[in-house]
């Protein structure tokens, strides 16, 4: 019997991964305006960046500062086409800072549903978001009277795949882990911590990744968030 969802938010719930590439580009175009430069390599060298910080994210970088190493992440970008200006990272970041919000959307398979799961369910949202622009972000998504918990990592202090933050999660749910479901896109991040802390798993591939060679499968595989009832009614 099923009683706990704990969602992940990035590329689960809303289109993450659109959604800052498209304000990476809206940034990129302005400041490469400005210095002669090429739109799209500025672009792709800010997202190598900040796929690089997310790929490599520990618990030790949670407590920074996002605002400033979004700077450092433009800082780089720029000087990967030759622009060496701290003034205009400040810029970009602010740019695509505003970019951003208004570029934020839930999966149209998302809307409607919550209020739905939320009478059947306990519900929490866990994400390795820094509470700086999470909290942000789970505000202008409007996601907050559907939660009964909302973890940040820097606020609780652990980050996925750590186990114990999906405990954690399940704790603030009242819910025991095989009562519980993990939903995320991320096998490494979302699905590998949380079958090792008992949890069910419901991986989201939105990009039709491979299971990693030698890992254990999730208990189910989807391919958009709009399948998950489905898998959700083989527990009833
Ligand atoms: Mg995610």
Redesign the pocket.
């Known amino acids: 019997m099923i009683r706990g969802l704990v969602f ?5 719930l809303c289109d ?1 991964t659109n959604s800052y590439h498209r304000a990476a580009l809206s940034a990129a175009r302005e400041l490469a305006a400005a210095h002669g430069v090429d739109a799209y390599a500025l672009k792709e060298a800010y997202i190598r960046e900040a796929d690089g910080f997310w790929q490599r994210l520990t618990h030790e970088e949670i407590g920074k500062s996002v605002g400033m190493l979004r700077v450092r992440m433009w800082a780089a970008a720029l000087a990967d086409v030759g622009v060496r200006d701290e003034s205009e990272a400040l810029r970009a970041a602010d740019l695509y800072n505003r970019a951003r919000n208004t570029n934020l959307a839930l999966f149209p398979q998302v809307e409607g549903r919550l209020a739905d799961w939320r009478a059947r369910y306990r519900l929490a949202l866990l994400t390795n978001g820094f509470a700086e622009t999470h909290r942000e972000k789970i505000a202008l998504l409007e996601l907050e009277p559907f939660f009964d918990a909302i973890l940040i990592a820097d606020e609780v202090g652990m980050v996925k795949p750590d186990p114990r933050v999906f405990l954690h999660a399940c704790q603030r749910l009242q819910t025991e882990p095989p009562q519980t479901v993990m939903v ?3 096998y490494d ?2 699905i590998a911590g949380a079958m090792e802390a008992g949890l069910h798993t419901v991986w989201v591939n939105v990009r039709g990744e491979a299971l990693p060679a030698g890992q254990p499968p999730p208990d189910a595989v989807i391919a958009e968030i709009g399948q998950l009832d489905e898998v959700l009614s083989r527990w009833l």
């Open positions: 992940d938010l990035d590329d689960t993450d995320g896109d991320r991040r979302d």
